[in-house]
């Protein structure tokens, strides 16, 4: 897997995360983040199932996402 740096979150306070990548390969997103903690917002999502996490980005990175190509 190849990935390509897209972005980190500019105004992130460690300068670390959330980071967004693309696999070169098959187009896909790679997603660092923070992972939901909320419990009601978990609650919502509903059963996450094991190996997979559902992680919070900042609106503000839309701007590093890629064009969908059609």
């Known amino acids: 897997m190849m990935l390509r740096f897209l972005g980190k979150d500019p105004d992130s306070p460690s300068g670390g995360s959330p980071t967004l990548w693309q696999d070169q ?22 059963d996450i199932p094991s190996g997979e996490a559902v992680v919070r980005i900042p609106l503000r990175m839309l701007q590093f996402l890629p064009e969908a190509e059609q």
Not at 28 to 45: C, F, K, M, N, S
């Open 25 to 46: 390969d098959t187009g896909d997103l790679i997603v660092q983040g923070y992972t939901l903690t909320d419990p009601v917002a978990v609650a919502e999502v509903g």
